[in-house]
């Protein structure tokens, strides 16, 4: 969602032109009965939905959540907790399905009159918004309010918005058919802004409040202090819910189909250093107005692009099925459609009924990211970092590492290092978390430096090793093995060792790079595949079979033709290979060009001689081509024989011979003769794509499957 416009989505009025805000987005960490704010130590009523820290359990406190290995959410010093109900699609037959959706967007802005006086959340606080037995709106009461400072119902604080093709307002519920939300079904809660300075938490939550017009607005009395504003929205992928149209309807984890109970979670877990620069250089005055993380320096530093990654969803904590298609909504809850409020036997299981077991779990702690600069030896013995370089495919066609490549999900470095090493290759690359590139050199055109941060470049943790980076979206960890006893592979063929050689010129016979017809090759009369190829042996493979062009693809073939196949076309001329689409070397000689990925460098034949139908051969005329009889027998029954090395002169001669006004040629080898053509055979005109060589002489056409190129003398 595009930020400002996301801004401009929630209607929200500002005062006194205050409306700077950052957004940071989060990817779930854990699904399950959790709420150590509601429920420590214990299971949750309902199932939530969570994103933010990896410690995130039912004990979790603010010390185990800082403390977190990782967080889920995009800046990396942000290791709270926020977490909302899940969503489920109650099928006709009863089942639950849970809604996918791949995390929440939590925004902090700069609302209300204090909004440049605004403190961050104190270590140990936690708040939730909502209420989970509502079924109708307007049941919470009104914000505090005066005849100077307009009220507002505190159930206002949730909403919808469902992304339809039409578009629409918003809505307090969820909206009557949610099917039609094609581009997801927006859950929205605001959090109180407002504090009383003393409690890090109570339970009826009483230690904080809204402003009077929830997102702005002032603070009552009593709470003097004000937070950065927290807006949480989760998209909903509706149309991924399997079988829609069986009558079914959308609850949430509590029982609610209404959605007026939507409800959230805050857990601080921030470092606060971080949190009060964010506050004091991108919220207050309005500094920051796009909410993007890169315009707000505090926050840049510590922005983890690739969260979702590095920091992937935990096992559930709690051992009951809650994703996926589940017989029964997790815990004990009845489904209630309202008006009334849900009451607690309606979402609570008593103490007679079993309740799931909680896995033990381990706090894990910070794990520190190795990041050896260039030159240090770094995994594997004799293996030293070579840098970050971006993946030049893009530029060339190649990798910054192409000869061979694997994928592992448990992939860490020493795992590449060693599969490169194994077969050959000196330098080794990870890309993408879990891609490993293998080369006896280093793509030329690849710019290669040290890693400075995780902002950009290689900033993906290893899946096997997360204390290993393997590269990043479009960027590679290089390694080069400098053991002295390292014996490189003889296989050069897809290596970018290639690329270190200048292009020769092309020669005069270049016609262009052409693509591949759609049901097979361009050239397509013979093929010819050499571990050596280079354009003099593709040049002599066409000279041998006397076809107008040959065509050299993909390194090491070559292909032969008199035409371009239907479909196949000349998609450019360039010589300067940078420019083109036949961009691979040819293995026999890395200054010649042998195509691409199909894609094929066609050049003309100046050996090439057309084949021809003989036109005569003493008395003997041609009559074109005869189609052997369809109802059996042949065309001409005086006499027939067969030679490996026939031609049409060897046919007339035979035939001549035995007296014989008619000689045909047929199948390339076989000759007939006759007095006569026999009823049933047909006269057609000769359709040169379909006749063969004459394997004696390859300028001659010698007929074809049943059908004969026919010789005819009016006197012998």
Not at 43 to 65: E, K, P, R, Y
Not at 92 to 104: I, L, Q, R, T
Request: charged letters at 15%; aromatic letters at 10%.
């Amino acid at each position: 969602m595009q930020l400002k416009s996301a801004v401009a989505a929630l209607a929200f009025a500002s005062i006194g032109g205050v409306n700077a805000f950052f957004r940071v987005n989060c990817a779930k960490i854990q699904v399950g009965r959790i709420d150590p704010i509601v429920n420590p130590g214990a299971l949750a009523a309902h199932c939530h939905s969570i994103v933010g820290g990896s410690n995130i359990g039912v004990n979790a406190t603010f010390d185990s959540l800082y403390n977190s290995e990782c967080t889920s959410c995009e800046v990396s010093e942000d290791k709270s907790a926020y977490w909302t109900p899940n969503l489920y699609y109650q099928h006709a037959n009863g089942s639950f399905e849970e809604v996918p959706h791949d995390g929440s967007v939590i925004y902090y802005l700069a609302r209300g009159q204090n909004a440049n006086d605004i403190v961050s959340f104190p270590k140990g606080f936690q708040m939730l918004s909502g209420n989970k037995a509502l079924r109708a709106a307007n049941q919470s009461g009104m914000t505090w309010g005066s005849s100077k400072y307009r009220n507002r119902p505190i159930s206002d604080a949730v909403s919808y918005a469902c992304l339809s093709a039409k578009g629409g307002p918003e809505t307090p519920n969820l909206p009557a058919d949610p099917r039609v939300c094609i581009n997801g079904l927006r859950a929205q809660i605001h959090f109180q802004t407002c504090w009383n300075g003393r409690d890090l938490y109570k339970a009826d939550n009483s230690h904080v409040a809204h402003m009077t017009q929830i997102d702005n607005g002032v603070c009552p009395p009593g709470y003097p202090y004000q937070f950065p504003h927290l807006f949480l929205e989760t998209n909903y992928a509706v149309t991924k819910v399997s079988n829609l149209n069986d009558g079914g309807r959308f609850v949430f984890s509590q029982g609610d189909p209404t959605g007026y109970g939507f409800h959230g979670d805050f857990q601080n877990g921030w470092n606060d250093d971080v949190l009060k620069d964010a506050i004091a250089t991108c919220l207050v005055d309005g500094q920051d107005d796009s909410g993007t993380i890169d315009d707000c320096p505090a926050l840049l530093k510590h922005w983890n692009p690739q969260f979702s990654q590095n920091c992937p969803i935990r096992p559930p904590q709690i051992n009951e099925r809650a994703t996926g298609m589940i017989d029964k909504l997790p815990g004990c809850i009845r489904v209630t459609d309202g008006p009334g409020a849900a009451t607690a036997a309606d979402m609570e299981c008593p103490a007679s009924v079993p309740q799931a077991s909680i896995s033990r779990t381990v706090d894990s702690t910070p794990r520190p990211t190795f990041n050896p600069s260039i030159g240090t030896e770094f995994g594997n013995k004799f293996n030293k970092v070579v840098g970050c370089g971006n993946d030049s495919y893009v530029n060339n066609g190649f990798r910054t590492l192409n000869a061979l490549s694997t994928t592992l999900t448990g992939m860490t470095v020493e795992y590449c290092q060693t599969y490169c090493t194994k077969r050959g290759y000196q330098y080794s690359g990870l890309e993408n978390g879990n891609q490993c590139y293998c080369d006896l050199a280093i793509n030329p055109t690849a710019i290669v430096a040290n890693q400075a941060n995780f902002t950009k470049g290689c900033n993906i943790f290893c899946p096997g090793n997360r204390s290993e980076i393997c590269g990043g979206a479009f960027y590679m960890s290089l390694y080069n093995n400098t053991d002295p006893a390292f014996k490189p592979t003889t296989d050069l063929t897809k290596s970018v060792i290639q690329l270190t050689v200048p292009v020769a010129p092309f020669n005069k016979t270049y016609v262009g790079c052409a693509t591949e017809s759609s049901g097979g090759r361009a050239l397509n009369s013979s093929t010819l595949i050499n571990t050596n190829m280079t354009l003099a042996q593709c040049a002599a493979f066409a000279e041998t079979k006397n076809t107008a062009f040959y065509g050299l693809e993909n390194f090491n073939e070559c292909y032969v033709g008199n035409g371009l196949a239907s479909g196949a076309k000349i998609v450019d001329t360039a010589t300067d290979i940078s420019l083109s689409k036949c961009r691979y070397r040819c293995v026999g000689n890395f200054s010649q060009v042998c195509g691409g990925s199909g894609a094929l460098s066609v050049y003309s034949n100046p050996a090439y001689k057309p084949v021809q139908i003989v036109p005569n051969v003493g008395k003997y005329n041609s009559k074109g081509c005869v189609q052997e009889p369809t109802t059996g027998g042949r065309a001409l029954k005086g006499g027939s024989t067969t030679a490996t090395d026939m031609t049409v002169e060897k046919c007339i001669k035979y035939c001549l011979g035995k007296n014989f006004r008619f000689a045909g040629i047929e199948y390339g080898s076989q000759c007939y003769c006759g007095s006569q053509v026999e009823a049933g055979a047909t006269a057609i005109k000769c359709d040169t794509s379909k006749l063969m060589l004459c394997p004696g002489n390859k300028y001659q056409f010698c007929g074809a499957g049943n059908l004969l190129n026919l010789y005819y003398a009016s006197a012998l």
